[in-house]
């Protein structure tokens, strides 16, 4: 079965080589991980820029998406004095951004208004309470992280009126426009029906979908998957076709699915070898076993531009 997932996934790759002129890339578990900070991710950006190919970020970031990956992305831009088209998408693509040199062009925001994050977090909590969740049974890491959040200071990123809507809740989740963030608990068995749930309960106009094994993402529920509406937006907005995009993703169950369709999509998950179907759809698998991960998107991007 390896044998043959690694067959498909090196072909496919050799057969995106001369075609490939944008990366639509998701960020944290893809192309970040405690190896890989802003720096690595940089040195990566901008061996894609030297060749000439658009950079997009697909993440299920959003403010700290514009905090990091934006400077990331300008800073790259401005030492290779480069004008090619380069992209953020945040909140899983709720949200959309051409990032020049000098400059930050909204192209679209899906985000909510006040009153649905209010029922999003409302919703939330009834389904955790439903399930037995408490608070100690939430990841550490994210609650960790989001107490932090509330002391960063989110002015001209979060409408204060947003954020304050999760203060009360002691970093149990986060609040934000294009998206709100729940913590999940440790228990891992216990995600798919944590989503499941939320699905059932938030309505037509809502989202939920796991973000890794610390996350779950409540965001606007758009006709389509939106990462893949971010981009085949860019597509659109660079003239270019489905085939000309290589995409990566660590989440081809979860919030990565859309980013993942396209005729040139790959993930590091090795998981998904165990549940796909149909081995010549995408997305094709990452297989490297003396490679962490991320290090295999590294050396799969490298092999595309190199």
């Not at 062009?105 to 955790?128: D, T």
């Not at 059932?200 to 529920?221: F, P, Q």
């Not at 509406?229 to 995009?245: C, P």
């Not at 991960?293 to 531009?305: D, G, H, Q, S, W």
């Amino acid at each position: 079965m390896m044998k043959n997932h690694l067959e498909i996934t090196n072909n496919k790759l050799k057969e995106a080589k001369p075609l490939i002129k944008l990366f639509g890339l998701d960020y944290d578990g893809t192309v970040s991980d405690k190896d890989h900070k802003l720096l690595e991710v940089s040195v990566l950006v901008e061996k894609i820029l030297d060749k000439n190919k658009s950079v997009a970020f697909i993440t299920a970031r959003a403010a700290t998406a514009l905090k990091t990956l934006v400077p990331l992305l300008q800073e790259a831009l401005l030492r290779k004095e480069a004008t090619i088209p380069s992209f953020v998408a945040g909140g899983n693509g709720t949200t959309l951004y051409e990032v020049k040199k000098d400059e930050l062009i909204e192209i679209y925001n899906h985000g909510f208004e006040v009153p649905q994050i209010v029922k999003a977090v409302e919703v939330g909590r009834k389904v955790y309470k439903k399930l037995g969740i408490g608070t100690a049974d939430l990841a550490e890491k994210g609650l960790t992280t989001f107490k932090k959040f509330l002391q960063d200071d989110w002015d001209g990123y979060v409408p204060v009126e947003m954020i304050d809507v999760c203060r009360p809740f002691n970093g149990e989740l986060f609040t934000e426009q294009a998206k709100v963030t729940f913590v999940l608990p440790k228990d891992k068995s216990l995600h798919q029906n944590v989503v499941d749930e939320l699905n059932e309960n938030l309505g037509e106009e809502y989202r939920a979908a796991v973000g890794d094994e610390t996350y779950v993402h409540i965001t606007r529920k758009l006709k389509e998957d939106s990462k893949a509406v971010a981009i085949k937006t860019i597509l659109t907005t660079l003239g270019l076709e489905q085939a000309q995009v290589a995409t990566f993703g660590d989440m081809p169950i979860g919030n990565d699915a859309g980013l993942l369709s396209f005729p040139y999509s790959f993930t590091n998950s090795e998981e998904f070898m165990g549940v796909k179907k149909d081995l010549q759809q995408p997305p094709y698998v990452l297989l490297e076993p003396n490679l962490t991960p991320v290090n295999r998107v590294y050396k799969a991007i490298e092999y595309l531009i190199f």
